[in-house]
């Protein structure tokens, strides 16, 4: 089989290692993939919305399964325009992505079918906003309808900061035309546990759980990213969560979905809250989360290319979905000033340190080879450093031993369990990081290029 892969980031990464180890599979294709996707496919250099181009190349190539990762190009209609020339597309059509596509859309479909989630209001301009506002309790929560690379969304405590979010999201449109719409959204608090699902527009599967962690800094400070690290399994989501879940929350919604003319095939991620009303949607993704596929699908059995055919033809319910009894954890190493401004094209090293390794892995988020043939950084989001353990304390202290492996990009060390010991940690390594950076900084004439990390529990 021939397979063709949408994206270029660590998720599309997973996802091309997973596929490769089908053996049904003969040749893969990324577009346009990324330096270290090349291991494992081809990569074109054609963009993720470069529809017409996707579907030539698709169509010359004889492709007879296309992949698509990412949330732009499936909320822009591609599976619709590839399924029209008979290419088989994993991943939902334009009229069901729209689940990720607009926030509007997927509260007002929560409440028409009494899906729990955070009682909310739409608007679609900031005069009303603001009025509504002005009157509410505080924090709040305000989010950009449409796509914005996971940053559209504000957590603000006072009126003031509501009244500048009204200004980002609906005046400036920082987040583009996303922002015409706005959802107003209560605040909630608790375990936040992600879970991605396998849907055939019937049938629902999910996958083990996963948590990841959003805001750029730790301590939960800074703005909200892509996502910054990950664990898998979540352990606090228990067999009694999974079970009212799916019950309340996974089949209602795919059922909810067919009703509406809007049959739901492909990945559904369901971003949940833990809270003590019990659990909550707080945003549906039309696709493998990013780094969480990098825990995820690590740790999957059964054959990624079996599953993906079984959800285009409506024969999920006869497929074993399959997961390694351990834990994964992933540190993304991202560019000092992400999700802002960030520097690009700093050279990184190490990767050979992962060769042979079982269990390690170093998912390629932003990197790029530059005209010497050096790996560089090339976005926000550079590596995510995978390791698996027995359980999440191992998997955690091989994942963030490894990212000692790339000595260019470096992790502050960020929590997931055990909080207060990797604090400690953290203060002995910014110490580190702060001589290391001096002289690096002398030696290469480069500013440090790296940093961050993840704090993943509260
Ligand atoms: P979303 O893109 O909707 O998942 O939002 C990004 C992050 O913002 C979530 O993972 C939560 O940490 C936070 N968030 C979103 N909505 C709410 C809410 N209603 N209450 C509290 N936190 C929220
Ligand atoms: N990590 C969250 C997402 O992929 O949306």
């Not at 035309?177 to 706005?182: C, W």
Request: aromatic share 8%; net charge negative.
């Amino acid at each position: 089989m021939k397979v063709m892969i949408v994206g270029g980031g660590g998720r599309e990464h997973a996802i091309a290692m997973s596929v490769a180890k089908s053996e049904k599979v003969e040749k893969i294709y990324c577009l346009p993939g990324n330096a270290g996707i090349e291991a494992v496919a081809q990569c074109v250099p054609i963009g993720p919305m470069e529809f017409e181009k996707i579907r030539d190349f698709a169509k010359e190539q004889k492709i007879d399964l296309a992949v698509i990762g990412m949330d732009d190009p499936l909320v822009g209609g591609l599976t619709d325009i590839l399924e029209a020339e008979g290419i088989r597309t994993f991943g939902p059509r334009k009229n069901a992505a729209i689940l990720e596509g607009s926030k509007a859309f997927s509260k007002d479909l929560m409440k028409k079918y009494q899906i729990p989630t955070a009682a909310y209001e739409n608007f679609d301009n900031a005069d009303d906003a603001l009025c509504y506002l002005e009157r509410a309790s505080y924090p709040i929560v305000l989010k950009a309808d449409g796509l914005a690379l996971g940053k559209g969304v504000l957590i603000c405590k006072s009126f003031e900061e509501a009244k500048a979010g009204v200004k980002e999201i609906m005046l400036d449109k920082k987040f583009g035309a996303s922002g015409n719409t706005m959802v107003v959204e209560e605040f909630m608090t608790g375990r936040e546990v992600s879970v991605l699902s396998f849907v055939d527009g019937k049938t629902v599967k999910t996958m083990t759980s996963a948590q990841d962690h959003k805001r750029a800094k730790d301590g939960d400070e800074g703005p909200n990213t892509g996502g910054m690290g990950t664990f898998s399994p979540s352990p606090f989501y228990t067999e009694e969560i999974a079970r009212y879940c799916e019950e309340h929350i996974f089949q209602p919604t795919v059922d909810a979905m067919r009703t509406e003319g809007r049959e739901f095939k492909g990945i559904i991620f369901f971003g949940l809250m833990l809270t003590e009303d019990g659990p909550k949607v707080l945003e549906y993704n039309a696709r493998f989360g990013d780094p969480e596929a990098q825990v995820v699908l690590p740790r999957m059995k059964t054959d990624i290319v079996d599953v993906m055919e079984a959800c285009i033809d409506g024969t999920l319910d006869q497929v074993n979905l399959e997961f390694e009894d351990n834990a994964a954890v992933c540190v993304v190493l991202a560019s000092d000033g992400y999700p802002l401004a960030y520097e690009k094209g700093i050279p990184i090293e190490g990767f050979e340190k992962f060769e042979g390794k079982d269990g390690y892995y170093c998912f390629h988020a932003g990197t790029k080879k530059n005209e010497q043939g050096q790996i560089v950084t090339n976005g926000g989001r550079v590596l995510g450093i995978t390791a698996k353990g027995a359980d999440l304390k191992e998997a955690r202290k091989n994942a963030y031993a490894a990212t000692e492996w790339i000595p260019l990009l470096i992790s502050i060390c960020a929590t997931i369990l055990e909080r207060r010991s990797m604090r400690r940690k953290k203060d002995e390594k910014r110490t580190f990081i702060e001589k290391w950076a001096g002289q690096m900084q002398e030696k290469w004439d480069v500013r440090l290029g790296l940093l961050i990390v993840t704090r993943i529990a509260k």
